[in-house]
Nanobody
């Protein structure tokens, strides 16, 4: 298992940007897949983006071209850069790590509102 700690959420106006961070307690080079889900009230949990150990990335159609997932192995940290945010991006964002186990972060609130 690995512990994950998220940060970077907050309140931002439409069109603004935020960067979420997910710090891992283990060497992320050894983790097969990491990524972000989000959960908005009354909506199903949605896979936002994922990144695999080989560097491949995947995005939900709703965030393609606006969000970028990345990793910094030296810091054991994964990031989600979110640009041109929209009100429908409002949700609690959870990072996960999967590699023979599945670990979750505690969640960070992102609110996009004017």
């Amino acid at each position: 298992q690995v512990q994950l700690v998220e940060s970077g959420g907050g309140l931002v106006q439409p069109g603004g940007s935020l960067r979420l961070s997910c710090a891992a307690s283990a060497n992320i080079r050894s983790i097969y897949a990491m990524g972000w889900y989000r959960q908005a009230p009354t909506k199903q949990r949605e896979l936002v983006a994922s990144i695999h150990s080989g560097g491949n990335t995947n995005y939900a159609d709703s965030v393609k071209g606006r969000f970028t997932i990345s990793r910094d192995a030296a810091k054991n940290t994964m990031y989600l850069q979110m640009n041109n945010l929209k009100p429908e991006d409002t949700a609690v964002y959870y990072c996960f790590a999967r590699s023979g186990f599945l670990s979750w972060g505690q969640g960070t609130q992102v609110t996009v509102s004017s």
